[in-house]
């Protein structure tokens, strides 16, 4: 992660709170940190696309064409062999 907040506790020494409130503290610092971190890959990940997920999806696409060309041909020969009515 980012930054020294998951390191030590900035609150510990702070002698106006107790040890309960100061671990609170921490614990909520370590929480807006955490939230600032998923705002940014969030961000990240919405601005630009996802090199991975388009190439997958190229994949799927191509597989996909070759399943309609494919059941296509079995509807046609599906078609051609009925009897002439």
């Avoid at 961000?43 to 494919?70: Q, Y």
């Amino acid at each position: 992660m980012s930054g020294t907040i998951f390191d030590a506790n900035p609150y510990e020494s702070h002698s106006s709170l107790t040890q309960l409130e100061a671990n609170v503290l921490w614990e909520y610092a370590k929480l807006s940190q955490h939230v600032k971190d998923l705002t940014v890959t969030t961000k990240r990940l919405s601005e630009g696309p996802d090199e991975n997920l388009i190439a997958r999806l190229r994949v799927l696409e191509r597989k996909m064409g070759l399943v309609l060309t494919l059941f296509k041909a079995s509807v046609w020969g599906v078609i051609n062999e009925q009897p002439e009515g």
